[in-house]
């Protein structure tokens, strides 16, 4: 079978053609706008006009006629409401005039695809960041689901901010890489991680005030170490909290070489393994579209001409999966945890467990050992006050540098125990859940990283553990992002489960009201593809 993909989301046009076995063409060219970021209608009149030209040199390229191809796919979404018309427009009228079959497909879950394709990768967590997105994506139960994303912008869109505020044109994430290779002085900016979530308007803010005071050099390498650091944490959460280990980097700032080296160094010490598509495949193109259309076409899903229409907001996991994505991990015991080394030891004739904040090799020292120390001395301070409340949290018996000596609980994560629950079970637990929730929100507590790798069960009791991220005096968003962490840890890692979210959310209104659940709502709907 032979397929020809036409991307066309935000600034670059492309056209490719794959077939079963090798890519056959991948022709494609970028908008750059004379200043400023992307104007929608005209990156999509530079669409329109390139179009012909690509087609006529991929089919060249390819060395085949347009008789020969078997079907067209194009990108259906998420992007900019213009350039994603023009493109379907074109597919359209081809689907028409060789009279094969179409097919709109998601922009990224095509990246992940052509990323499995290309390098082999089994079943990976895929770190995905671009101008627009910046998503940690997972196979789980037919679907690619989204297990953290950003709060605010894409990675992307932040350094090309950060460039134009420098002076630098469009597009600007490689410049700051080379400006990055020249720094010296490491400069404290916000280093905002919520679970499984990120956030980049702080860090931005905080170094567009530095412009003018310090060196560009330094102002762009100290931004590549803290963002890249706060990726590769969230990527090795997700692949500790979904026990795999492999990890596949796609979009365009993927090829930044520094956040190749932080994975790499991450993936090393878990002794799993990082896959990086070839430059032209981490870019936006045609050959990553047209290869995900094989594979809906292969498996016999094609679509009516009335069901092409753009979807602006298409959410990665909104789209099944008809073809099988084989896991790569079996077992839960191969693991360690994502942010410490968990040893059992005796303390005074008790069975304890030392937990040891290690350092990380990913992030420069000056960052490491202020984030261990912070959060080494948060969790201590935040597991003696939630005991207070009535919460079951593990005792806290010494703390020693980036070790706490605690309580060993003898239970199970209900990550580990919730295939084998029954629907009572599962009910009562989520009910305890929302209650833990509720009561230390009324407290202005959050717990920060409220997921199901978080929560132990032990001598029939509801145990939350690893409080490094919590939080004192928080507002409703805080709160809010706890129930979405939550939320966004039952579909990623339990889906066949995830019905039992509405017991926990009905639990927690009824103790503290609809407002936090709407802010749940509001958060995700800044999110640019919801």
Known sequence: MIVLGIEGTAHTVGVGIVSDTEILANESDMYKPPEGGI???????????????????????????????????????????????????????????????????N?????????????????????????????????????????????????????????????????????????????????????????????????????????????????AYSVQETAFAMLTEVTERALAHLRKDEVLLAGGVARNRRLQDMLRAMVNERGAKLYVPPATLCVDNGAMIAYLGLLYLRHGVSMRLEDTGVIQRYRTDSMDVPWSVEPHVKTYKLFPGAEAKITTEQFFGKNVIRKSRIPKKYRISALDKKIRAERTKKEAKMMHDVKRLGVYAPLIYDVDGFDIIMQDLQGSTLLERMSDMSDKEIEGIMREIARIAANMHKRKLAHGDLTTSNVVLSDGRVYLIDFGMAERDVGIEEM???????????????????????????????????????????????RRYV
Not at 58 to 70: F, G, M, R, S, W
Not at 147 to 175: H, S
Not at 495 to 513: N, P, V
Request: hydrophobic share 35%.
């Open 107 to 219: 922009h990224c879950v095509a990246h992940l695809e052509i990323g499995r394709f290309s390098t082999g990768a089994q079943d990976p967590v895929m770190l995905y960041v671009s101008g627009g997105n910046t998503q940690i994506i997972s196979y789980s139960n037919r679907r690619y689901r989204v297990f953290g994303e950003t709060l605010d912008i894409g990675i992307g869109n932040m350094l090309d901010k950060l460039a134009r505020e420098m002076g630098i044109p469009f597009p600007g994430g490689p410049r700051i890489e080379k400006l990055a290779q020249k720094g010296e002085k490491y400069l404290a900016l916000p280093y905002s991680v919520k679970g499984m979530d990120l956030s980049f308007s702080g860090l931005l803010t905080a170094a567009k005030s530095k412009i003018g005071k310090e060196r560009v050099e330094d102002i």
């Open 480 to 526: 809010a992002v706890d129930l979405l962490m939550f939320d966004e840890s039952m579909q990623s890692a339990h889906y066949d489960k995830y019905e039992h979210i509405h017991e926990f959310y009905d639990e927690y209104s009824r103790l503290m009201g609809r407002e936090t659940l709407e802010k749940v709502e509001e958060i995700r709907s800044r």
């Open 39 to 105: 104007h929608p209608r005209e990156a999509a009149n530079h669409h329109a006009v390139l179009l012909p030209k690509l087609l006529k040199r991929a089919l060249e390229v390819a060395k085949i006629e347009p008789k020969d191809i078997d079907g067209i796919s194009f990108s259906q979404g998420p992007g900019l409401g213009p350039c994603l018309r023009t493109v379907a427009t074109a597919a359209r009228v081809l689907s028409q005039k060789l009279s094969i079959p179409i097919v709109g497909v």
